[in-house]
């Protein structure tokens, strides 16, 4: 072999060497890009549907939402009730009231007459005809 094939063989070596690490290194630059890839899908899903996800922050807020209008229709129902046992506590005419309302409780010479509550299934009796 010639000197000069043998440069000629070093070069075509050199070249193939070459186009094989760049081969190489596009297979590695593929590899990690479908790494990355497969890694941000998980962590986006994580984000949305994890334990502290999108999905549970929004599900939070919603029930957070929900006990707020609950604890205000009990504050306006806990302030209803201090009124009526203020009006109970200071005023007679309020406990006369309630007696009566709910313990049926009369003054002397009353009579209280009690009709029966209506139930959904009793239906009226029709009125016979008049001629």
Do not use: C
Request: charged share 30%.
């Amino acid at each position: 072999m010639s000197v000069k094939q043998a440069s000629r063989t070093k070069l075509r070596v050199a070249a193939w060497m070459e186009a094989a690490r760049e081969h190489a290194e596009s297979w590695r630059r593929r590899g990690a890009t479908v790494a990355v890839g497969t890694l941000a899908v998980f962590m986006a899903y994580g984000v949305i549907f994890g334990h502290n996800g999108v999905t549970a922050f929004a599900h939070k807020m919603s029930e957070e939402r929900d006990l707020h209008g609950q604890m205000d229709r009990l504050q306006k129902e806990n302030d209803r009730l201090r009124e009526h046992v203020d009006r109970l506590q200071n005023d007679p005419g309020a406990i006369e009231h309630q007696a009566r309302e709910e313990l049926h409780y009369t003054r002397q010479g009353e009579v209280i007459y009690t009709l029966p509550p209506k139930s959904a299934d009793t239906k009226p009796v029709p009125l016979p005809e008049q001629k």
